[in-house]
Every structure is written in C-alpha cells, then in structure tokens.
C-alpha cells in the first residue's frame, strides 16, 4: 500500500527558506513521477513541480528560480526547497506519486497522495 508522509512546513516570514520532505513507503519509490501541489484556503489545488525517474523536473511559473523540487531514491524521500518564500506561497503542500511506474511525468496520473504539511508565510 502506497504511503506518503509530508513534512517540513511551518512558519516563516517573507523572504525565508523552507524544506519540505515526503517520505514514501509501500512501493518502488524510484519508478515513480513524483509532484507537489499545493492549496490555499478557497483556491484549487495547483501543481507547483514534478520529477521524473531520471531526475528530469518541471515548476509552475510562480515558483520557478525559488523552489527546487529533488527526489533521493536511496531514502524514498522527495524533497522541496523553497527559497525567497513569498506571502502568496501560504498554502497546504501536498505530495503526490503516479498511479503507474513508468518513470517519466509524460502523462502522469497522481493518484496517490499524502496528507499534506502546513506553509503559512507572514509579511
């Protein structure tokens, strides 16, 4: 059974720095796309980056040049390092795995998702 485990959030004021983890168990972490996504109260949920097998990433416009989205295969952990965080960024960060291990983002599905970590940033 698929498991992920968010963690790292918390507090910090504008212009700070944050590393959030998810920790994955139950299934062969390294074949697997992995993604954030984050939700704001009253928005959508949004896609904010995403990682392929082979290391390959992509972000959403907002957060390109700040956040760094890294998986180490060895651990199962994906990591998210968020720089120069931005009041906007305040959110519920979610980390997700595709539903099929097919090592490239190309048509992913995330159907496995964790419980999410809290990032609130004041100005």
């Known amino acids: 059974q698929v498991q992920l485990v968010e963690s790292g959030g918390g507090s910090v004021q504008a212009g700070g720095s944050l590393r959030l983890s998810c920790a994955a168990s139950?299934?062969?972490?390294?074949?697997?796309?992995m993604g954030w996504f984050r939700q704001a109260p009253g928005k959508e949920r949004e896609g904010v980056a995403n990682?392929?097998?082979?290391?390959?990433?992509s972000y959403a416009d907002s957060v390109k040049g700040r956040f760094t989205i890294s998986r180490d295969n060895a651990k199962n952990t994906l990591y998210l390092q968020m720089n120069s965080l931005k009041p906007e960024d305040t959110a519920m960060y979610y980390c997700?795995?595709?539903?099929?291990?097919?090592?490239?983002?190309?048509?992913?599905?995330?159907?496995?998702w964790g419980q999410g970590t809290q990032v609130t940033v004041s100005s």
């Open positions: 997700a795995a595709d539903r099929r291990p097919l090592g490239t983002c190309e048509g992913v599905d995330f159907g496995n």
């Open positions: 139950g299934y062969i972490f390294w074949n697997y796309c």
């Open positions: 990682i392929d097998s082979y290391g390959g990433t």
